[in-house]
């Protein structure tokens, strides 16, 4: 498990991540997620979540407001993170 700072949110195609429980969209909106927040990554050894090849786990979490896990591919964690993104 690994921090990582928010960098960019716009090389996210966020109606990929959005389903009925979830829309990124509307907490982008809300700003439970802004450029600058900590989040923790984890890769398949970690994540309580199934990953597939090169994808990592996300957890959103904002004191009592936001906690959200979610997979992202490695190309989405260099968008959010920076180019240099390495786990």
Known sequence: MKKFTICDLDGVNWDDHC???V????LIKQEL???????TV???AD???PL???????TFSKEN?????????QEECKSLFGSDFIY
């Open 42 to 44: 984890e890769d398949q």
């Open 47 to 49: 994540c309580p979540l």
């Open 23 to 26: 829309n990124f969209d509307d």
């Open 65 to 73: 407001e936001l906690f959200l896990e979610e997979p992202f591919t």
């Open 52 to 58: 597939r090849e090169n994808q990592f786990c996300i």
């Open 19 to 21: 389903d009925d429980s």
């Open 33 to 39: 997620i802004v450029v600058g927040d900590l989040v």
